[in-house]
């Protein structure tokens, strides 16, 4: 019997080492879980703040795009009438900016008789904005213009920055394709000889 009661009272002090150990090891828990929580804070904190300045970039950024996009449209619109000349066009009117709420917006549109030419301008020219225009800005334009609908549609593009592969590209699609010239002014870089495509 006394061997048993040892043995129940070295399990309660076991037990009781046991529950202390664990009260222990809970107040550290319970330390480093505010610890966690502090640096948490710190850390939303200094996030809040990275978000702030990466919105300020974006925001600055995004200005410099829409002056960019300016400059490019105002250079184009102001050399589309001489850039065609050579080729027989002769544009009676051009219009920028021809805008249907809240179902599109054309950069650049010059009349010329019985023709209209439809131009997309961007900072740098790339294959999907190119595609882009191709199958869904041109398509609409008669429906969204339809003052243009007796008119033959021609396309084109126009970009302070073509590289010489997305030009061609845009070129076998049927389309003018204009960049800045060396001397600062506007540019066509279509091949001699090239047949524009007509667009429904």
């Known amino acids: 019997m006394e061997k048993r009661l040892d043995r129940i009272e070295k399990?309660?002090?076991g037990l009781l080492r046991g529950i202390a150990e664990l009260r222990e090891s809970q107040k550290t828990t319970d330390k480093h879980i505010l610890e966690l929580k502090e640096?948490?804070?710190?850390?939303?904190?200094?996030?809040?703040l990275t978000i702030k300045k990466?919105?300020?970039?974006?925001?600055?950024?995004?200005?410099?795009?829409?002056?960019?996009?300016?400059?490019?449209?105002?250079?184009?619109?102001?050399?589309?009438?001489?850039?065609?000349?050579?080729?027989?066009?002769?544009?009676n009117r051009i219009r920028r900016n021809l805008k249907v709420k809240g179902s599109g917006?054309?950069?650049?549109?010059?009349?010329?008789?019985?023709r209209v030419l439809v131009l997309e301008i961007k900072n740098k020219l790339e294959k999907r904005l190119i595609d882009a225009f191709l199958t869904k800005k041109l398509p609409r334009f008669k429906v969204l213009m339809p003052q243009y609908r007796d008119l033959k549609v021609l396309g084109g593009v126009g970009a302070l920055v073509v590289k010489d592969d997305i030009g061609r590209y845009a070129e076998k699609a049927g389309l003018f394709v204009l960049t800045q010239a060396n001397d600062g002014g506007a540019a066509l870089l279509n091949k001699k000889g090239f047949k524009p495509k007509e667009f429904v």
């Open 11 to 13: 399990s309660i002090e």
């Open 39 to 48: 640096s948490q804070k710190k850390t939303d904190e200094q996030l809040r």
């Open 54 to 91: 990466l919105d300020d970039v974006g925001r600055q950024l995004g200005d410099q795009g829409l002056v960019q996009g300016e400059v490019a449209e105002e250079l184009f619109y102001r050399n589309v009438g001489s850039l065609f000349k050579p080729m027989d066009f002769r544009f």
């Open 105 to 114: 917006e054309y950069d650049i549109v010059a009349e010329d008789g019985g």
